[in-house]
């Protein structure tokens, strides 16, 4: 492949990426927390939002892309992670618009933030939970952009998308989430299109959190606490793999879990992603983002943060050409997700300075 064709096909899935996250969050949060939507229900949803003559109000995004956005402006304004400056965003953010649909506990650490004047921006998020910190979903929802930075600039992206994490999510359990959810983007966007080995793909995620999961000499575990939550949930999305297309949506929401929780959601993520390769029995989509889109929503449950995970994956692995543009429009502000993940491609290939 000619060098510009491969630059342009990366710059893409950069695209695909922040477009990918942005649509799971806007498409799939009409459904959040509803019972789990029918199959004819989701069908007609997804055929009306294709009618290309369809004019509707943009589906609005929720938190999910709220603080995606603060992730991504600071690490391009500050071409490197700046926890004060991440922190300040998230706050600002909150209180310009506080009806996104944040969860419930980490609206506490904002104003202590804002009332410490983000003196230390990690300790508030300490304090959550009577000290055993939040293991929302909260961190991974919205590491996209430090996937797609980390590319880009050879950051380590452990460490990263660790920290982006503990401003707000100071559970082994909500950190550790959004590292599995940033290696797992990160995993997408260097495989070859058409390329990917499911089986290889999870296998290698496996490799990496035994690692991350191996508790260091700082890590004082609770009595009983199992340190390898990962490991073991990514080793139930092998065995899923396993009985394929036969798996239902109860013994995903069973076995995986479709919760507001990072250890109930992100593996769950991953799974959608992988399930949607091929094709789903009673998904019609012959589009495999909007099967991924498609498959993660008709889980039930946390719709839209499932889906925007599921959905940066996706995007990341397929490029932006692949998401229907007649989706995408019907989301809000996608222009900005496109020029996000082009600023944040552009710091893979700095410009020499002005002489
Ligand atoms: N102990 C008990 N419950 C917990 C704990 C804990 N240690 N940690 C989290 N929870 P929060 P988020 C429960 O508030 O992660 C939106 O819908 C608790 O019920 O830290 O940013 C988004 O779209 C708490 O209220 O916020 C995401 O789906 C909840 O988890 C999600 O919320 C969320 O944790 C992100 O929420
Ligand atoms: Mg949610």
Do not use: W
């Amino acid at each position: 492949m000619a060098m510009v064709e491969a630059v342009e096909m990366m710059a893409g899935r950069f695209r695909g990426c922040m477009v990918g996250a942005l649509m799971g969050d806007c498409l799939g949060a009409p459904f959040e927390g509803e019972p789990r939507a029918t199959r004819s229900i989701l069908q007609s949803y997804f055929r009306r939002l294709s009618d290309p003559d369809l004019k509707v109000p943009y589906k609005q995004y929720t938190d999910d892309t709220a603080m995606t956005r603060c992730v991504a402006q600071s690490l391009i304004e500050k071409k490197g992670f700046d926890a004060k400056d991440m922190a300040r965003r998230f706050v600002k953010e909150y209180y310009a618009e506080p009806k996104r649909g944040y969860g419930s506990n980490v609206t506490d650490v904002f104003a202590a933030l804002r009332a410490t004047k983000f003196r230390d921006p990690y300790s508030p998020a300490a304090f959550q939970f009577n000290g055993r910190g939040s293991y929302g979903n909260g961190a991974a929802m919205r590491v996209a952009p430090v996937a797609l930075f980390c590319y880009a600039t050879k950051a380590g992206l452990v460490d990263t998308s660790r920290d982006t994490a503990l401003i707000t999510h100071a559970n082994r359990l909500g950190y550790n989430g959004a590292v599995l959810q940033c290696l797992a983007i990160y995993e997408a966007l260097h495989t070859p299109t058409n390329k990917l080995d499911s089986v290889k793909f999870i296998e290698s995620l496996i490799t990496k959190m035994k690692e991350i999961e191996k508790p260091s000499e700082d890590d004082i575990l609770y009595e009983g606490e199992d340190p390898y939550v990962y490991v073991k949930r990514l080793e139930k999305v092998l065995e899923l793999m396993e009985r394929g297309d036969s798996v239902s949506r109860e013994q995903v929401e069973d076995e995986l879990g479709v919760y507001i929780s990072a250890h109930m959601s992100v593996p769950t993520a991953i799974y959608s992603f992988i399930r949607a390769t091929s094709p789903v029995a009673d998904i019609e989509s012959e589009n495999e983002y909007q099967r991924t889109l498609h498959f993660a929503i008709s889980l039930g449950g946390d719709t839209d943060t499932i889906a925007s995970m599921a959905g940066s994956i996706a995007g990341a692995y397929y490029g932006v050409t692949k998401i229907p543009g007649n989706l995408q429009k019907h989301c809000e502000a996608s222009s900005d997700a496109i020029k996000q993940a082009d600023d944040l491609f552009s710091l893979s290939d700095p410009k020499p300075p002005a002489s």
